[in-house]
């Protein structure tokens, strides 16, 4: 047995979301609510440091080491089990200190961790300074890469599609044809991947990239689905070309709202007082309301929206200019 610390509220909930399936007149639309893994207001981070954190401990860690944007929702996360955990957080986040701290950064000082900022130097070059330091003041770190996508945190998402698997043998009626994802640093979908494989599922999983182009995006998942299925036991080979990805929807970049994202995110409040993030779940809600407009989806099927948290970054100011 693979060690894995149970934390997150599982399963989590599949919901129908039959106004806005009729607002946009297409496919069949349900949702994936793991905004509700129930860690300091949820996310699809907390699936993955269930296998991080008993890492971690197996290897004697005092200290987790993790890296992220200002609103980072996975340092938010770490930052909470670091809490709940006993141990000490090192965050190295990008870029400066805004002159308030709001959403996820707020929260990060409320877990009590310890803030480095990059400033203009490289976040991965901090990262390492960091974790070396902590290492000769024999603080024991843990290093978890961006979005804690590891071969043992992307492990997180192979139980998690076989958790929404049974939840469809159990309920037909949340059945899909596809499943639709933000995707960034790739450990989620290629969990996903690796579990639908696992278990024989015949839908399609498509990541809408939030920011990278689609090849870069592809070879990632595809090797942490090959890497983490090999960690796990599993026979299985995975290639670029298994993986769906759709980089149409990266507007002016990382953590930039746009009209898409901002509709997108209205459309879901209004039809099913649903809270979508302006980052990720919003972008790939808007990827998603976009290929229903263009007739991507046929009449009939049904798509599944795995909701991957990020309610924190609602309230920062850095998305409200
Ligand atoms: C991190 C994150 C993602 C992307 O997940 P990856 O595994 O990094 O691809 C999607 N949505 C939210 C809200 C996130 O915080």
New binding site residues.
């Given amino acids: 047995m693979i060690p894995r610390i149970r934390i997150a509220h599982l399963p989590t909930p599949v919901e129908l979301l039959p106004r806005l399936s009729s607002a946009l007149g297409g496919p069949r639309l349900l949702v994936k609510r793991d905004d509700q893994t129930g860690l300091a207001l949820g ?3 907390v699936r993955k440091l269930e296998y991080l954190l008993a890492e971690a401990q197996a290897n004697g860690a005092r200290t987790l080491v993790t890296v992220g944007a200002a609103q980072s ?2 340092c938010r996360q770490t930052a909470a089990l670091a809490a709940r955990a006993g141990l000490d957080c090192v965050l190295v986040l990008g870029g400066t200190p805004p002159v308030r701290s709001t959403g996820n950064l707020l929260l990060d000082e409320y877990f009590g961790a310890e803030l480095v900022w990059a400033g203009g130097q490289q976040r991965d070059t901090v990262l390492k300074q960091v974790f070396h330091e902590a290492w000769s003041a024999g603080r024991r770190p843990y290093l978890i890469p961006l ?1 804690g ?1 590891t071969p043992a945190g992307a492990a997180g998402y192979v139980l998690a599609m076989q958790e929404y698997i049974s939840q469809a043998a159990d309920r037909p009626e949340l059945r899909a044809d596809w499943i639709v994802l ?8 290629a969990g996903l991947l690796a579990g639908a494989r696992k278990t024989g599922w015949s839908g399609r999983i498509l990541g809408v990239s ?1 920011d990278r182009p689609a090849p870069e995006l592809r070879e990632i998942v595809a090797s942490l689905a090959q890497a983490s299925a090999d960690w796990l036991g599993e026979r299985m080979v995975f290639a670029p070309g298994d993986v769906l990805v759709n980089d149409q929807f990266l507007g002016a970049g990382y953590g930039v709202i746009g009209p898409p994202e901002q509709e997108a995110i209205r459309l879901f409040a209004r039809q099913e007082g649903l809270l979508l ?1 302006p980052v ?2 919003g972008r790939a809600a808007a990827g998603m309301i976009s290929l229903i407009r263009s007739g991507f989806f046929h009449t009939g099927e049904s798509v599944l929206f795995w909701h ?3 309610t924190p970054a609602v309230f920062a100011d850095q998305y409200h200019p």
Avoid: F, L, V
């Fill in positions: 996310g699809n981070k929702n996975h979005g996508s933000a995707s960034s640093s790739g450990g989620t979908q939030i993030d990720y779940t991957t948290g990020g």
